[in-house]
């Protein structure tokens, strides 16, 4: 079982910056991803980031502002969020996809480890 927890997230000014990080257990390298769900909305893809290429993938929304990336640990990655507008505030959680699995970055539905999630929260 990969376990996934985050850290970051908090509170920042619309057009502030804000970094959530994130770890997976295991030795072999995942497919990772960040998706958010703001209140009374589904969850909805952010960001992902493939287990052998480090290949990137954005929601439209946020190309251009947030920027995933693979620390020097195979399974950790971190989401740079700027330009932070108050659409952005949401619980965000990190996700891993299964190992030796890589595909449908986008669908929820496809990454079986999933952390506690972590609050954002975007002040006008």
């Known amino acids: 079982q990969v376990q996934v927890v985050e850290t970051g997230g908090g509170l920042v000014q619309a057009g502030g910056s804000l970094r959530l990080s994130c770890a997976a257990s295991?030795?072999?390298?995942?497919?990772m991803a960040w998706f958010r769900q703001a209140p009374g909305k589904d969850r909805e893809f952010v960001a992902a980031i493939t287990r052998n290429t480090d290949t990137t993938y954005y929601a439209d929304s946020v190309k251009g502002r947030f920027t995933i990336s693979r620390e020097n640990a195979r399974n950790t990655m971190t989401l740079q969020m700027s330009s932070l507008k108050t659409e952005d505030a949401a619980v965000y959680y990190c996700a891993a996809q299964r190992p030796n699995y890589d595909g449908g970055y986008f669908n929820v539905m496809l990454y079986d480890f999933w952390g506690g999630g972590n609050q954002v929260t975007v002040s006008s």
């Open positions: 295991g030795r072999t390298s995942l497919t």
